[in-house]
C-alpha cells in the first residue's frame, strides 16, 4: 500500500451524521484522490486535487466534500446529503509524470458503514 | 465517450495452467493502459503500463499484458497461474481531457481471478 495511509480502516455511521476520512501520503506526491467502490461497479471518483487549495469534482462528488491544506492530506468529509454512503473508499496519490504516465498509488481504504 | 471494459466478472483457471484477463478500451488519441490487483480489503497494487514503445509489458508478480491498437484491447496475461494470483484485477485507462501530467483515470468494473490448486 505504500506510503499512503488511511484511517479509520473502518468506520460506522448513523443517518444524518457527517463523517470524515483521513488520507495522508508520504511520498511528496502533488495530486491525490479519492474513489468510492462498490461491488460490481469497480472504482468511481469522487474528487481529485492536482496542487494544494485546489480541487476538483469527479463523476460522483454530490454528497461529498473535501479540503487539501497540505501536500501530504487529503480528508473526504461525507455528508448527511450522500443518500447511500455505505460502500469502500480508497485514497490514491501520484506523482507528476509525463504527460500523466505516473501510476496511482492505493492506500489501504476505510470501509464505511451506514447503520 | 471514454471508458474500459473488462467482460468477464470471473475466470477460473487451474494452478500452472496460463491465465488471461481481458480489457479493452475506448479513447481518442493513444492511450495510457494500466493494470491494477485487489486482495479482499485492501487498497489496490499497480501492476503494470503501457504508455508508448514495445506491446508487451511486463511488470510484477509475472505478469504480462499485450497492447493491441487495432483491437482496442490490454489483455493481462501470466504463463503459469498460481493460487496466490486470486485476486480481483482492474484495468484503468487515462482520461484524456484532463490536462497536465497528473493522472485521472477510468476503471473498469473488475475481474475476479479464481485460481484453483
Known amino acids: 500500500d505504500g506510503g499512503i495511509t488511511q484511517s479509520p480502516k473502518y468506520l460506522f455511521r448513523k443517518e444524518g451524521q457527517n463523517v470524515t476520512l483521513s488520507c495522508e501520503q508520504n511520498?511528496?506526491?502533488?495530486?491525490m484522490y479519492w474513489y468510492r467502490q462498490d461491488p460490481g461497479q469497480g472504482l468511481r471518483l469522487i474528487y481529485y486535487?492536482?496542487?494544494?487549495?485546489?480541487?476538483q469534482k469527479g463523476d460522483i462528488a454530490e454528497g461529498y466534500s473535501v479540503s487539501r491544506e497540505k501536500k501530504e492530506s487529503f480528508p473526504l468529509t461525507v455528508t448527511s446529503a450522500q443518500k447511500n454512503p455505505t460502500a469502500f473508499y480508497l485514497c490514491?496519490?501520484?506523482?507528476?509524470?509525463?504527460?500523466?504516465?505516473?501510476?496511482?498509488?492505493f492506500g489501504p481504504g476505510t470501509r464505511l458503514t451506514v447503520l | 465517450a471514454q471508458s474500459v471494459a473488462q467482460p468477464e466478472d470471473q475466470v477460473n483457471v487451474a494452478e500452472g495452467n496460463p491465465l488471461t484477463v481481458k480489457c479493452t478500451y475506448s479513447v481518442s488519441g493513444n492511450p495510457y493502459l494500466f493494470w491494477y490487483v485487489q486482495y479482499p480489503n485492501r487498497g489496490l497494487q499497480f501492476l503494470l503500463k503501457y504508455i508508448t514503445g514495445d506491446n508487451l509489458v511486463k511488470g510484477s508478480y509475472g505478469f504480462e499484458a499485450e497492447f493491441n491498437k487495432s483491437q482496442t484491447s490490454f489483455h493481462l496475461k501470466k504463463p503459469s497461474a498460481l493460487v496466490s494470483d486470486s485476486a480481483l484485477y482492474f484495468c484503468a485507462v487515462r482520461d484524456v481531457s484532463i490536462s497536465g501530467g497528473y493522472n485521472k483515470l477510468i476503471f473498469g468494473a473488475g475481474t475476479r481471478l479464481a485460481v484453483h490448486p
Open positions: 486535487s492536482q496542487i494544494v487549495n485546489d480541487f
Open positions: 490514491a496519490s501520484s506523482g507528476r509524470g509525463l504527460a500523466g504516465s505516473n501510476e496511482q498509488f
Open positions: 511520498l511528496n506526491h502533488d495530486a
